[in-house]
């Protein structure tokens, strides 16, 4: 798993990668960029939204999603 600032990747295989972002868009940004593919030749899962948590301080999580080259 990689780490970048707030954010984290972890790839399953060349054509496969799981990112963490404050938002989804983020995380699939981070994940296109780095299986360099555009949208149209991925197939997108969200796993996770991101959630604030109370008052926007406390149990904040990122948003996952799950990125997969089309066949």
Request: charged fraction near 50%.
């Given at each position: 798993m990689i780490f970048m600032e707030h954010n984290r990747i972890n790839m399953i295989n060349k054509d496969e990668i799981e990112a963490e972002?404050?938002?989804a868009q983020e995380a699939i940004k981070i994940a296109l960029s780095k299986l360099g593919?555009?949208?149209t030749e991925v197939q997108i899962s969200i796993l996770r939204e991101e959630n604030k948590g109370l008052f926007s301080m406390q149990g904040t999580k990122l948003a996952k999603v799950r990125v997969k080259k089309k066949l």
């Open positions: 972002a404050k938002t593919l555009k949208k």
